[in-house]
């Protein structure tokens, strides 16, 4: 009986001890949460989240850092080349393949076969975060960005226009009326990081054609048609339509000079509708559909973001946790709510709040079929690099015609052409 009680306490110590570093080992737990597209809204929100899955789960701490998004794309990549990586980051639908390919990103399909929340994601959640390959979920979309215009009632009406314009060429005309008025400009042009977007919107209405590529690998943007799109919108900028500090805009800028009255037009996705909505009045302003070309069509960029895990993380149970409790129902509907971009859950779309006025453009763009949401070819490895330093670097150069449209468009187009025909010969 000795021995039995002596080896039965031994076991128990054994067990008491394995149940107390067991406990030591969660209470060392700490995930580190990346966000890149930041605001004090979103990382507020964020932080409200991540409060509740650390109460979900004890010991466990969560390390958030908020990159600014206009330093963003070099801040994460000289800590990634560091080796500095985090658990889950926040991911633009633009950096995935440069990630992904070079082996950095865990897969998630593993993860999703066993999540019950999966069946919730729509037919655009999982097309989009399976980009890269075709086949592999690199990302989780929590929500899409779609462009629309916004624009200011209030200096429509002081300048004489009676509505929003429907074509490139009323674009153009209610521009020139409202740069009438004192100190006020037509567009708030984004001629820094991020403004791949507004070229291409008008580019592709004005050549009525959204293809990025020929058959073999060319691209299409030293193309006539394409060339005749960029060298009208470096022409709007040199007529004065746009402010003239607006060549340096990124996305808060742009979204300021809107709302403050400086600038009447603003291409956006929902996610402006953050700070507009706070400082103007429903009545002052309105969404439509992004202007048409001549040939009837129009072409918004559609991107998302989303959650991804980094292959190398020690912690990769918890890390997909915590991605659930992010892209799940309550998370993701307070996260999109308060970011603005359309929902990636099914769920999701018959909440009340997407059936306010305000997003009426965003789901009018969707309904005409003559307006074509277009995916910038993102699967590409070097297209972060494309978009955020060579675009606004030679674009800028472009607007201060320091170079033409025509040598742009060229630079670009042999950059991605060797990018597509490199993708091309790799998946043969």
Known sequence: MTIARSATAALLGAALSSTLLSGAAMAQTTLKLTEVITSPARTQTLQEIVAKFEAANPG????????????????????????????????????????AK????????????????????????????????????????????????????TLFKEAGIAEPPKTIAEFQVASEAVSKLPGKSGYCLRGGRGGLNDWTVFMNAIAGDNTYFKPDGTSTFADPEKVKGLAWYVDYYKKGLAPKDSISWGFNETVAGFYSGTCAMLNQDPDALIAISERMKPEEYGVVPLPKGEAGK???????????????????????????????????????????????????????????????????????????????????????????????????????????????????????????????????
């Not at 600014?68 to 633009?92: C, L, N, Q, R």
């Open 298 to 428: 129009a072409y918004p960029v559609i991107g998302y973001a989303g959650w991804s895990m980094f292959a190398n993380s020690q912690n990769k149970e918890m890390a997909w946790k915590l991605i659930e409790t992010l892209e799940g129902t309550e998370g993701n509907v307070a996260w999109n709510k308060r970011t603005g971009a359309l929902p990636a859950l099914k769920s999701a779309e018959n909440d009340p709040f997407y059936a306010s006025d305000a997003f009426k453009g965003w789901f009018d763009s969707l309904r005409d079929p003559n307006i074509v949401p277009t995916s910038l070819p993102s699967y590409l490895e070097e297209f972060a690099y494309f978009k955020d330093s060579l675009v606004p670097s030679s674009s800028q150069r472009a607007l201060l015609g320091e170079i033409t449209a025509e040598e742009m468009a060229k630079e670009w187009a042999d950059y991605l052409t060797a990018a597509q025909q490199k993708y091309m010969a790799a998946a043969q």
């Open 60 to 99: 466990v701490t969560v390390e958030i850092t908020s990159l600014p998004w206009g330093e963003a794309f070099e801040k994460f990549a000289t800590t990634v080349s560091a080796g500095e990586t985090p658990d889950v980051v926040e991911m633009p639908d633009t950096w995935v393949a440069l990630y």
């Open 102 to 153: 070079n082996g950095a990103l865990e897969s998630l399909e593993p993860y999703l076969a066993k999540w019950s929340g999966a069946k919730d994601l729509n037919d655009r959640a999982l097309q989009f975060g399976r980009m890269t390959d075709g086949k592999t979920a690199y990302m989780l979309p929590y929500g899409f960005y779609l462009g629309a215009m916004f624009y200011n009632k």
